[in-house]
């Protein structure tokens, strides 16, 4: 049996527009100790869908405007809303750039990006139903002899008073 490869590095995505959800905010401090916001974007369509981008929205005195500017487009108005998660279903429209470190490591930044609309996230497909309503009574012909309900995979109590009898065993 041939042995697999080890994965490629994975290189920037070329600069462009991308549909992305935005997937968390984290508040960060940089090894310099200025404070930032840093969010987390992942492409949504296309050839790079799935690959995520990350967007520093630094906190000092000096960027402040710009950071008002990114945050006010989340609907953060207020530093003590960064300590909550964003809500979710956030989608921009993020411009991507190629930059080029002082050591020639090519790197992805982004320089700006637009909210375009709030979609609900898809429910996760094992996650219980939320419906409100009451889950409707199992007839006896859905389980096994066993008593094992095969379309919930609950096991069923099969004691007298579950199969209609009375408490002497008796109908």
């Known amino acids: 049996m041939r042995k697999p490869w080890p994965a490629a590095d994975l290189k920037p995505i070329p ?6 959800r935005v997937m968390e905010g984290a508040l960060f401090n940089s090894k310099g100790g200025t404070p930032g916001y840093k969010l987390t974007l992942e492409v949504r369509e296309g050839e790079h869908a799935g690959r995520r981008l990350w967007h520093d929205i630094w906190l000092s005195e000096a960027a402040i405007s710009l950071a008002k500017r990114d945050l006010g487009k989340l609907g953060v108005m207020s530093l003590e809303q960064l300590e909550r998660p964003l ?34 996230p898809a429910p996760e497909p094992y996650a219980p139903k939320t419906t409100g309503e009451p889950e409707p009574e199992k007839a006896e012909d859905d389980l096994d002899e066993g008593g094992f309900d095969w379309s919930s995979g609950e096991q069923q109590d099969l004691s007298a008073s579950s199969r209609g009898q009375g408490g002497n065993g008796q109908p």
């Open 15 to 20: 600069p462009g527009e991308y549909r992305c």
């Open 87 to 120: 809500p979710e279903g956030i989608i921009v429209v993020a411009k991507v750039a190629l930059r080029r470190g002082d050591s020639g490591e090519e790197f992805n930044r982004i320089t700006r990006f637009e909210v375009v609309a709030v979609e609900p």
